[in-house]
């Protein structure tokens, strides 16, 4: 049966929470220009990525490409359409008004975490990322009672604000324009780390071909320029 022809009503699709914004964004043109609605649920990576392989029923799912690869491993989204949507550096950010630690290179941020009296991360690829540093630069016993892990869905730049964090690492797309914090710059580039987000069609959709059309729709070159204002870039 074409599932695509009895089908009706908006595209569902679930994310994590560092595409949030520049997805809404675009989803919202796309209505405009089409006539389709879409509905996006975002919240932490880990449990987008739970959800999915539990069969809940999403016609897409956008997540960093090697969870998406996992996912189709396991068979819940088809392995050919997945899309590249964008790329995401790793920030730091302190509090509003505080000063601001020199992260311009290596040894910068090393001294920088070290000076730091508690040290945010997230629970997505940029939290792997960091806690990997740390492993590297031998301090992580050093550093491990002042270190915390914001839980899935809650941005490390709300914990900065709340005064919980003093020094904070995650995807820029999620600390840029947060209240309260001011971001200091992305890695430099000795350990810089960029995540891809891509997007895949579930194998649970039953709209595949209309979402397949929007998964083109959020790669195409049109939408570089909204990924750009929430601190991203085009894949």
Known sequence: MDHDAVATGPITGISSMA????????VEGYARQCGQQVLIESVGGVDAARRVAAGEP???????????DRLAQAGRVEMGGRVDVARSKV???????APHPDVRSEAAIRQA???ARSVGYSTGPSGGHIVALFERWGIAETIARRIVKAPPG?????LIERGEVELGFQQLSELIDLPGIDVV??????????TVFSAAVCSTSKRRDATRALLS???APEGDAVKQRYGMEAA
């Open 154 to 158: 809650t941005p490390v730049g709300t």
């Open 58 to 68: 999403f016609d897409f799912v956008v997540l960093a490409s090697d969870a998406i």
């Open 217 to 219: 729709f959020l790669a």
């Open 91 to 97: 920030a730091v950010a302190v509090a509003n008004g």
């Open 19 to 26: 595409t949030r914004h520049v997805l809404n964004e675009l």
């Open 185 to 194: 710059g992305v890695l430099p580039r000795e350990i810089e780390a960029v």
């Open 113 to 115: 975490v070290l000076d």
